[in-house]
Structure formats: structure tokens, C-alpha cells
């Protein structure tokens, strides 16, 4: 059953959007009619025949929501320890407790995240300070586990321009040749296992988007979801497998899933479309 909702309208406004996955509209509070001017998926712009009282006024419309999705992936730890278990034949636990496997399907998340590439994370306005051009990634991201950075754009002014991923010993030839300059940042590199340079060191308080690579959330309770869905699922319980028959010291069932676990990566590569480098990238902005 549609819920009836409502939205103000401000005082003297011959138009009004709505947002609504769903909707239809019932009225609205003033002597007027009102009419669709654009509509695209999700939302709906109303105009009015007369503007809207000086006290405002009121749309009344429906939404319907659509079905419901899980905010995370489908694969529940419990998921993986039934997966993990068959696996091994091990269903009713005789040689590897909840703990231990719990462990090793971490390890495969792990393992996962940082041969695919699949756990992504946009962060957008992260503050770059003023004269510094080192920065930590666990600080820049304390609650992100970063793995790599893959892009990142400067934010100048209302414009977001992409920074140069140059090798440390040419961003320092180009961008930071002088000791103490500052500028505009032009490009950037990784520097060891958690630092980053963005040079110039930024003249003024500059913000950047940044796209980056990350390590998954540990699953620590059985209803603990997997972040990623199908098919980054599919290469999780073939490494935590492996591990236990690591521990277990059989190398050759160990290999065994491993290999099954490199499938399942290649899987996921193959069935991507493939992405055309651009002829025209990695030069500097500023001299475009």
C-alpha cells in the first residue's frame, strides 16, 4: 500500500521537485493547477499554474518503494563456513573449529581484494595541506584499509582535473625540483607501502578526489556480510580452503584449491569489458 507523503513548497515558487523511485502525485494545498515539466528515473518536476502562497504550500504525492537490496554483498560468514566446510568435508567439524576458519576465509577475503582490485572506494574532498607534499594514506583514510590509489583529481575551484601518476624520481624532476615552492599540485606518486606525494605542494588549501583500491571489512559474526557480490564471491572460499590445508600441512590438496582460486580470479577478469588507454592521457593539465 502507497503511503501518502508530503513536501514543502517555498513561498511563491511556480515549481517544485520531487524525488521518488515510485510516485504519483495526489495535489496540492493552493487553488492551482499543477503540470509534469521533466521527469526522468527516480524524480519528477512539477510546475504550477499559480505560484505557491506567501505561507507556502504542499505537494502530496506516493511513492512505492521498490524491493529492498541489501546495502552489502550476499554472502554472509555463515555462507562461507558452510562453502568452506563442504569443501573440506569437514561438515560436522571434526578437523577445523569456526575460529580457525573464520581466520583462513579473512585471509581469502583479503587474498581477493588484492588480486582483483574489486573492493573500491571513492573518497571525495579529502583536504591536501598547505605546504606539504608527503602524506600518510592511513591517516589521509583512517578507517580504510588502502591497498593502492588508482586516480586523483584535483579539486580547482568547480572543476575536478585528474593529477599526473608519475614515478617519485620524475614528479620530483617536474613538480618539486625547488625545496621550499609551492603551487598547484600537478601530480602525484606512491611512495613505499603507505605514503603518497602530491607535488607541487599545494599553495593554498586545496581538496582532491581520490579513487582507491581497499581491503574489505573482517567478518567477524556469522551474519557479517561480504561486501562485494557475485562473482568476487566466488574465489573467497577456494583461499580459505587453501590455508587450511596449508595448516594442515598438505601441499598437495593446497595446491589443488589454489588453482581453483586462480580460476575463479580469471573469471572475474575475463568477464569484464576490456577499457581502451587513451592516447591523450598522462600529460600535464596545466600545460593543456
Known amino acids: ?11 511563491a515558487a511556480v515549481a517544485q521537485q520531487i524525488v521518488a523511485a515510485v510516485w504519483s502525485i495526489v495535489g496540492i494545498s493552493w487553488p492551482a493547477t499543477w503540470f509534469i515539466t521533466s521527469q526522468d528515473a527516480g524524480q519528477v518536476t512539477l510546475g504550477f499554474t499559480v505560484p505557491a502562497p506567501a505561507a507556502g504550500g504542499t505537494v502530496y504525492y506516493t511513492a512505492v518503494p521498490g524491493p529492498t537490496l541489501p546495502a552489502t554483498g550476499t554472502n554472509s560468514l555463515s555462507d562461507y563456513l558452510t562453502e568452506v566446510r563442504r569443501l573440506l568435508h569437514d561438515a560436522q567439524k571434526f578437523y577445523f573449529s569456526d575460529a580457525d576458519l573464520t581466520a583462513d576465509i579473512n585471509y581469502g577475503l583479503k587474498q581477493r581484494d588484492l588480486w582483483s582490485g574489486g573492493s573500491r572506494s571513492y573518497q571525495p574532498n579529502i583536504p591536501l595541506t598547505t605546504g606539504l607534499d608527503k602524506y600518510s594514506l592511513s591517516t589521509l583514510f583512517p578507517t580504510l584499509r588502502v591497498l593502492d590509489v588508482v586516480h586523483v583529481w584535483l579539486i580547482f575551484g568547480s572543476t575536478r582535473v585528474e593529477l599526473d601518476n608519475r614515478p617519485f624520481g620524475d614528479l620530483t624532476n ?115
Open 174 to 288: 617536474m613538480f618539486r625540483p625547488w625545496t621550499s615552492y609551492q603551487g598547484i599540485p600537478g601530480g602525484w606518486t606512491r611512495y613505499g607501502a603507505d605514503q603518497v606525494f602530491i607535488a607541487t605542494a599545494p599553495a593554498t588549501a586545496y581538496t582532491a578526489d581520490w579513487d582507491l583500491v581497499t581491503l574489505s571489512t573482517t567478518l567477524v559474526n556469522v551474519g557479517d556480510l561480504d561486501p562485494l557480490m557475485f562473482p568476487y564471491t566466488e574465489p573467497v572460499a577456494y583461499f580459505a580452503a587453501y590455508k587450511a590445508k596449508i595448516n594442515q600441512r598438505r601441499f598437495d590438496e593446497a595446491e589443488v584449491f589454489m588453482g581453483f582460486a586462480i580460476k575463479a580470479l580469471r573469471d572475474i577478469e575475463g568477464a569484464r569489458v576490456g577499457e581502451m588507454i587513451s592516447s591523450y592521457s598522462g600529460s600535464d593539465w596545466r600545460t593543456r
Open 1 to 11: 500500500m502507497a503511503a501518502i507523503l508530503s513536501q514543502a513548497v517555498p513561498a
